[in-house]
């Protein structure tokens, strides 16, 4: 009698034992601002529900993202999923996983999908698109018609330069000049991955940018920018166009106190340069298939959405990109935009490169 107490007493515990479900592990990194890291652990926590069998553990590297990621490489410590971008790709893709087929590449942007890839092989499955935009405070300049040239530009910062107040931001970095390079022509690579950072065309770009500020005086200089950022600049209503990308959408949306909204950089004889970022899987994962299941998920349509209403990102994904719709700020000129770009050619020394080129040139 007292032998069948003691089973219908564990009975219940060793029933709730067997239905336990046992949860596979994976871990995944990426950088991000509070509300992207937000949006990141909302889905997670949709992922979980739908797989319970489940567990991502996050990490999230704020600062100094390569160079801490490249250091767990290095240890063979790598997570299991890692978001990366197109410019650090190559340094990376041997210890990747070839993603090639796992998505229908058709629901992304071209541009997207051809900066994930290398030598044909898809590394990365793309969540963002990303370019430079001019942010114009429309109490000041009337917005340009999207057909405007250099020139044009030129004279419009010209006109709204005063004594308190530049045009125009220049920020001393190849990265923003490089659509100065594009518009005559040059840029860093061409198509068959040739140096032209010193061919006559960038040398055009270049010597452009610097009149904007030495000749022209329509740019602050260093020592006229002091402690600020362009961007604050921008916000302080001390800049009237503000180059920049996507990113900076959100920050000027919640502290500009005037009207403004986006154009197009000129269209010149180059497309703009077209960089992207995504979801990678690491080639020693112990959790493939989990791994794989994840990084389809952070893929799927609502989620790109989720990022897209923030307004931090351009999303890779076609449909998704449709909430892209803000009127007051033109803001389907980020879509418009993407037709007139294309993946820059990269490689490994790509960052090396820039670095160097940017000690180089007195931007």
């Known amino acids: 009698?007292?032998?069948?107490?003691?089973?219908?007493?564990?009975?219940?515990l060793l029933l709730c034992g067997c239905t336990k479900t046992k949860q596979e592990e994976i871990s995944f990194a990426s950088w991000g601002s509070v509300t992207?890291?937000?949006?990141?652990?909302?889905?997670?926590?949709?992922?979980?529900?739908?797989?319970p069998d489940i567990k991502v553990n996050f990490i999230h590297i704020p600062q100094n993202y390569f160079q801490?990621?490249?250091?767990?490489?290095?240890?063979?410590?790598?997570p299991d999923i890692i978001f990366i971008n197109n410019l650090y790709l190559p340094i990376y893709s041997s210890r990747l996983m070839d993603l090639t087929g796992i998505v229908n590449t058709k629901d992304f942007y071209p541009q997207a999908i051809n900066g994930m890839k290398i030598d044909g092989k898809l590394y990365a499955i793309p969540r963002d698109l990303s370019y430079l935009v001019l942010y114009v405070n429309t109490d000041m300049i009337n917005l340009p018609q999207n057909n405007w040239t250099l020139d044009n530009l030129l004279q419009i910062a010209q006109k709204s330069t005063?004594?308190?107040?530049?045009?125009?931001?220049?920020?001393?970095?190849?990265?923003?000049?490089?659509?100065?390079?594009?518009?005559?022509?040059?840029?860093?690579?061409?198509?068959d991955k040739k140096l032209v950072i010193n061919s006559k065309e960038s040398i055009q770009g270049i010597d452009y940018y610097k009149n904007l500020k030495?000749?022209?005086?329509?740019?602050?200089?260093?020592?006229?920018?002091?402690?600020?950022?362009l961007a604050q600049m921008f916000i302080n209503k001390q800049i009237g166009m503000y180059l920049s990308g996507r990113w900076m959408y959100p920050k000027i949306s919640e502290t500009a106190d005037f009207s403004w909204a986006v154009i197009n950089f000129p269209y010149g004889k180059k497309p703009l340069s077209c960089d992207t970022s995504g979801w990678a899987i690491s080639k020693n994962t112990k959790h493939k298939n989990s791994a794989l299941k994840f990084v389809k998920f952070l893929a799927e349509e609502k989620n790109s959405e989720y990022f897209t209403k923030t307004g931090l990102i351009v999303p890779a994904n076609i449909k998704a990109s449709k909430g892209l719709n803000n009127t007051t700020h033109n803001e389907k000129v980020f879509i418009d935009i993407i037709k007139h770009t294309q993946t820059p050619v990269i490689n490994k020394d790509y960052k090396k490169l820039t670095d160097k080129i940017n000690s180089e040139l007195d931007l």
Not at 1 to 12: A, E, N, Q, R, S
Not at 40 to 50: A, C, G, P, T, V
Not at 167 to 185: S, T, V
Not at 214 to 229: A, D, F, M, R
């Open 214 to 229: 030495n000749k022209y005086k329509v740019c602050p200089t260093k020592s006229q920018i002091g402690s600020l950022t």
């Open 1 to 12: 009698m007292l032998k069948k107490l003691i089973i219908l007493l564990l009975l219940p």
């Open 36 to 51: 992207e890291v937000g949006i990141l652990h909302n889905i997670i926590d949709n992922f979980e529900k739908e797989n």
């Open 162 to 191: 005063t004594q308190k107040v530049f045009g125009l931001g220049c920020e001393n970095n190849i990265y923003y000049a490089l659509p100065y390079l594009e518009y005559f022509g040059g840029g860093i690579f061409d198509i």
């Open 68 to 78: 801490k990621l490249h250091l767990l490489f290095a240890s063979n410590t790598e």
